[in-house]
């Protein structure tokens, strides 16, 4: 808003402005576009800005991001004079210029960059560029609501096409994979081979305007009921018919795009790899997830709180920590800590909230989509990511066909987690071990 | 808006609405779907809402669109306190309170529906079944812009693919042509197959989201020269090889869904055309169409004004008129009425104009392009509907990629028609005949 | 062969032989060809042949064959040398050489022929030439027998892909089956729609090196029991689920290259298209023909024999042929008259044996590939074609996945014809009518 | 041959015969194949027997060889009875049967094996097997010559389809190249991709009846004039633009499956890959290869004979070998020596041979195909497999699409060699270096 709110501390736009007569060489393309109605100069100008933005250093594109912002916010002025007069007169017409006022300029600016080729994916990158500078700009955050609400009507699901990924997919994309596993990092195509053969395959989202990379993908393998652990599911070489299986185990699901992060699509792909799979593969009957619990460690080292100091002793506690800083030997821990730990990570993801919500991310996120915790494992993940981040525990989430709309609804509508018996006798155990 | 504004007549609703528990009930739906919180819920929402707005009759849609227009559009009462509250104090989350009451909740409700799986094609035919409706309940235009609105976004062009279509084409989607062709209409596949042979192709969009139908597709014919009759180039079979040719004509293009009316793609369209051909066939050169001039007939006949009677006595006119209602036997016409039609014709392409633009609207839009008129031809397409429309003159466009940028900025900036040498003789002939 | 034998006419030769330079043009590279040494040339002469080959008209096509057969026939002196230094020392190097001189050198020369790039197709078409002369010039056959071996070869089963074909096929392949549907023809791509919809659809057979035809394809529909009218499968429209369905017919089978006759196919497609629908379509578990009974009317018409003579009074036979001369109208036969026929047509199609095997072609097809005759249709084939050729009868032959092959072998090896009940009851009723 | 003709040493039959009636059942098997009339159970025959094969152990291969051998090899004394028969009577019908006798029945054997689906792919397994047992079984030579004939039919080029592959083919096709990779070895993936970068490619055929693995491939790079070193190739990682080069390089060709070994593809190969860039960058005007010169260090090392010892001294020589004895320090050869080694190559490439060809068959190839020998490059390729075989030389062999044809011709009818000036400079220099 331009008039009397000072959005942007003058300072960091001043210190790179300097240098920059390309920034404002940028600012009137985006003017000209802006204003301008005929649509196929349009697409040169919005190539033009994207290409120029593109050679933009890290600094400058910052002050690209602040002076858009500023320049194409709504303007207060214009804002209170129609408001005012809609005041006076709630007339169609005057709802439309109130309309056009408060929305400012800055959605349509980037509408119309989309209409160079290649637009979209130029935008994404660019919001990947703008996110890390919220923290020490956050009147950038107004930027990023404009091009949130852009983002979730192109990324819509409807518009997304879904891959089976296996060996026999292109190494160019492949590579993509390895790029943004996260969580169970692969080393390279040799070691991408091992997930994609004996039954095990990715899927992936891709979008029609996005050319070079995947979306969102989930790692899958099929298993003879629950498996329990990630290195045997990725390690796994012995070769079985399909038919022996009958349960689907989602390991592991990572973005690809920095640029798309709240653009939730998870629940969207979950969903329609269940429905895919459910179809080509008749005997799969059940539909899991070995999740990780990132935080509980973090959680549990740093909160000496009621849940902990009730359950295990000084003493114990500092058995745990030393374990924690020597190296991981979770073999230390005696076995009556072991489910003392056990039992805090079921408290930890089903009574720590935040907004009503479990703090676990991957908890709220498996819970949102209408899964249940199923079951919690000890040696999930003895990698030295899963042991430093939750002690090698990994957690067994299930997507019940039948029920999965209902908990969903129940999740989000009264806050309810639904648990299994197994998790609630985890929960309910007496175990004070001093 | 609900409080004040007498948005609709209650009685077209109220008509329909006595029959209709089906209305709502999916109302319920929608108003459900609007304000839930989770996204997988929402995809059986809308779906739901989708499956059940498919099984309405007209009548039960019109009674449908009312009730969404009603019920969701911004409220007068919300607008004024939020607008009331910002003059007080301009801060931004004033402004945001503001925003969300200015813009109602039929874009979001629109938005969700269309995360059912096969949405956006719904979405599509709804808005081809609201088009109809505004004429007799102009209150739905309000409800049109909103789909207008989020089309423009989901239909951008970085989101279509481009195909060549030929005779090695699917015939499920060659049909989609015939079925499509308003202009030089195509009678069957046997028919078709004459217009994709001997260097003749068509180009098509097509969007993910749209499986069963292409968005908009143009014909095109390479020649030696100019093509001069849409007939000569149809019929055209004599085997050549395309590097005796240096021109392409594009001699049709049309939409395919009423739904996208006013989603303007063709512009698009044919740059991305052109600038596919200049990669595939460096030999061809130049760009031209041959383009009707629908209307031409109706404004010379139906005006005996200024223009015409300054230039054909009353007889002549008479002897036009007769031919006009005689089985088109142009044959008739002598050739010095022919040359004052033809004046006549330029006449009308370049100085009658609506609202600073070419009153017909195949002119304005190539004009928009950055076309300019390079010439004008008497037999251009002498079918029935070209005798008709224009006493069988075409239209010959010229889009020069060299310059199509700068005569587009004049067009839209300074209203500026350019012409070749030919039309510039043609507009300025003193040709009385009487 | 050279010496004795007089292969062929002279006379036929020299007549177009005096006119020829460009044959004896091509008998010198044909020379160069065999002789040659370098594989890289031999591209080039192989397809200079094959140019200048189709270059010629029919006559000098024949002047081309016959030379062709002359000049790398076997040499009859040469044979006689090897053969007998093979029979006073029957060493392998005598046998190489014994063997060399018995294979003459046509079938290389054709090899070498087929180095050029699309050689196959040409040496198709060129075989569709050769077929129609040997009527006339029977020491063809002998060529003809060499290309036979060697598309044997080229066509082997393990090299076709097979396509299932429906609407969403390219157009420019749909018309190659309408060209080459020769028992219940089609008329246009409007036409082929009707058998490619509700659940119809061909399948068929391509070669790599045959860019432009299928070789084969096979026409189905998915029916509730057995379907027993040709005209009810081809028009029917109304939409059924699939599921709904347990049968599939085999209404009608077709080559498409001339140049293949002989080149049996069909066992094998039959075969693996059952494979395919057997997993694709689960609930398909009967396979069933519609077969055309050619030649039956013909042969019920022209043999007043014992089998006729026995059953039908002089009277009905002549009643049965005023039907057949005066435009079928085969409402006039009478239901006694009707159970003759059939009873007639049974003893047709499984007594009347050529060589051990059915007279007609079309038993001997199936039978030979292990099916078994499961009943016959009255008003079958109600087209003026099918009421020509067997007063509208069709048989119905089962493929039964359990027993084709002891069926199959039966047939073979003991020239055995299995037949259902129903056909036993028919062959073995009493019926004489007068 | 079954009378008189010892074939095969009978001990190392019996000795694996002893364990095997897998060997007789599966030799019941063939003769019920060969023997039989029906096709369709021919399929299940033929697909049986290669089940059975594959089932066998090395030992047992080997028997099963000399079975089929033996059994279905032409017989002497129906051989002999059908050649006095010709003698006496030289007429087509004896011609046959002689014919007949000869070919024996192993061919037609295999050709009845083929019709199995994946039949070709077993075959080329099996003579993948067989050609290693040849050296210790030389009658089994008799059977491969058979392999070999029906393996020219097969795999024809004309049914072999061309690949351009880069970093976009599927990794599970891209692991095949790995695999195949003889001369300049590629580690892994990663590896591979350096050779699918910065404007290289590898070009490969494939056969349709071959699904798994590719035939033979090429790899190239574009460049500006002659690349001289294998390593600057593969490691090139400067980003150009395509237009900047004008040359081809095929630096590396291998066969990938050694059941085709002596079935030449090579030279189709390059010539099609020549004729596709030639149509797809028509900026490349020049085709070159960059060519190892295997066995030149072990002619040189081993052969003190006239050539060498009338152009280096003894002393010299012995620096040579020590050079070659101790890690291929090749900075420690003087320019001199060098001089006088890439003369001794040249000698080496183009004087010396073995039936009227170069010994070299890297030059056999290519001078075969129609290239020239065009320059000899020092430090070509510096690997340890380089500089151990040839000192680290390559050749360039240059293809001239002009004249390609003329050397192809005049190599083979006149066994000349063409080579450029810069070779004949350097077969010519006068260079005693004692």
């Not at 637009?119 to 890390?132: A, K, N, Q, T, Y």
């Given at each position: 808003?331009?008039?009397?709110?000072?959005?942007?501390?003058?300072?960091?736009?001043?210190?790179?402005?300097?240098?920059?007569?390309?920034?404002?060489?940028?600012?009137?393309?985006?003017?000209?576009?802006?204003?301008?109605?005929?649509?196929?100069?349009?697409?040169?100008?919005?190539?033009?800005?994207?290409?120029?933005?593109?050679?933009?250093?890290?600094?400058?594109?910052?002050?690209?991001?602040?002076?858009?912002?500023?320049?194409?916010?709504?303007?207060?002025?214009?804002?209170?004079?129609?408001?005012?007069?809609?005041?006076?007169?709630?007339?169609?017409?005057?709802?439309?210029?109130?309309?056009?006022?408060?929305?400012?300029?800055?959605?349509?600016?980037?509408?119309?960059?989309?209409?160079?080729?290649?637009?979209?994916?130029?935008?994404?990158?660019?919001?990947g560029?703008?996110?890390?500078?919220?923290?020490?700009?956050?009147?950038?955050?107004?930027?990023?609501?404009?091009?949130?609400?852009?983002?979730?009507?192109?990324?819509?699901?409807?518009?997304?096409?879904?891959?089976?990924?296996?060996?026999?997919?292109?190494a160019s994309i492949l590579e993509k994979f390895i790029a943004n596993e996260k969580v169970h990092s692969i080393k390279d195509l040799?070691d991408i081979?091992?997930?994609?053969?004996?039954?095990?395959?990715f899927?992936a989202?891709?979008?029609?305007?996005?050319?070079i990379e995947p979306i969102i993908f989930?790692?899958?393998?099929?298993?003879?009921?629950?498996?329990?652990?990630?290195?045997?599911?990725?390690?796994?070489?012995?070769?079985?018919?399909?038919?022996?299986?009958?349960?689907?185990?989602?390991?592991s699901?990572n973005n690809c795009l920095v640029?798309?992060?709240?653009?939730?699509?998870?629940?969207?792909?979950?969903?329609?790899?269940?429905?895919?799979?459910?179809?080509?593969?008749?005997?799969?009957?059940?539909?899991?997830?070995?999740?990780?619990?990132?935080?509980?460690?973090?959680?549990?080292?740093?909160?000496?709180?009621?849940?902990?100091?009730?359950?295990?002793?000084?003493?114990?506690?500092?058995?745990?920590?030393?374990?924690?800083?020597?190296?991981?030997?979770?073999?230390?821990?005696?076995?009556?800590?072991?489910?003392?730990?056990?039992?805090?990570?079921?408290?930890?993801?089903?009574?720590?909230?935040?907004?009503?919500?479990?703090?676990?991310?991957?908890?709220?996120?498996?819970?949102?989509?209408?899964?249940?915790?199923?079951?919690?494992?000890?040696?999930?993940?003895?990698?030295?990511?899963?042991?430093?981040?939750?002690?090698?525990?990994?957690?067994?989430?299930?997507?019940?066909?039948?029920?999965?709309?209902?908990?969903?609804?129940?999740?989000?509508?009264?806050?309810?987690?639904?648990?299994?018996?197994?998790?609630?006798?985890?929960?309910?155990?007496?175990?004070?071990?001093?």
């Amino acid at each position: 808003m331009q008039d009397k709110l000072p959005i942007y501390n003058n300072k960091s736009l001043n210190s790179s402005w300097d240098k920059g007569n390309r920034i404002e060489y940028i600012l009137n393309l985006c003017q000209e576009l802006v204003s301008y109605k005929g649509r196929t100069s349009g697409i040169s100008l919005a190539t033009k800005i994207l290409d120029e933005y593109q050679k933009l250093n890290q600094k400058d594109k910052a002050s690209f991001f602040l002076m858009i912002n500023q320049n194409f916010t709504p303007n207060v002025a214009d804002i209170s004079k129609d408001a005012s007069v809609f005041l006076e007169n709630s007339n169609l017409k005057n709802l439309n210029n109130l309309s056009v006022s408060v929305e400012g300029k800055r959605q349509e600016l980037f509408r119309r960059m989309n209409m160079a080729i290649g637009g979209s994916e130029v935008l994404v990158f660019m919001r990947g560029d703008l996110l890390p500078l919220i923290n020490h700009l956050p009147e950038l955050k107004e930027l990023d609501n404009d091009l949130i609400h852009l983002f979730r009507s192109w990324f819509n699901p409807g518009f997304l096409k879904l891959r089976k990924i296996n060996w026999s997919t292109e190494a160019s994309i492949l590579e993509k994979f390895i790029a943004n596993e996260k969580v169970h990092s692969i080393k390279d195509l040799s070691d991408i081979k091992k997930r994609l053969q004996n039954h095990k395959e990715f899927y992936a989202y891709f979008h029609p305007a996005i050319k070079i990379e995947p979306i969102i993908f989930v790692e899958v393998a099929y298993t003879k009921g629950i498996g329990k652990s990630v290195q045997e599911i990725i390690n796994r070489n012995t070769k079985s018919n399909l038919l022996e299986f009958d349960s689907c185990m989602f390991y592991s699901i990572n973005n690809c795009l920095v640029g798309l992060s709240r653009i939730s699509l998870g629940n969207f792909l979950i969903k329609r790899v269940v429905q895919k799979i459910v179809v080509d593969k008749p005997n799969i009957k059940k539909f899991y997830t070995l999740s990780p619990v990132p935080g509980f460690a973090k959680w549990l080292l740093e909160n000496e709180n009621e849940y902990i100091l009730g359950l295990i002793s000084e003493t114990e506690m500092k058995s745990i920590s030393i374990v924690f800083e020597n190296e991981f030997d979770i073999k230390k821990i005696s076995n009556k800590v072991k489910s003392v730990i056990l039992k805090l990570c079921a408290i930890y993801l089903i009574n720590i909230k935040v907004k009503e919500k479990p703090i676990n991310k991957v908890a709220s996120f498996h819970l949102g989509n209408g899964a249940f915790v199923n079951d919690i494992f000890w040696n999930g993940d003895t990698s030295v990511n899963g042991l430093k981040s939750s002690f090698g525990i990994m957690v067994n989430y299930e997507y019940d066909l039948q029920k999965m709309d209902e908990y969903h609804e129940s999740f989000f509508s009264k806050g309810k987690i639904t648990i299994s018996k197994k998790v609630e006798k985890i929960l309910n155990q007496e175990k004070k071990i001093y």
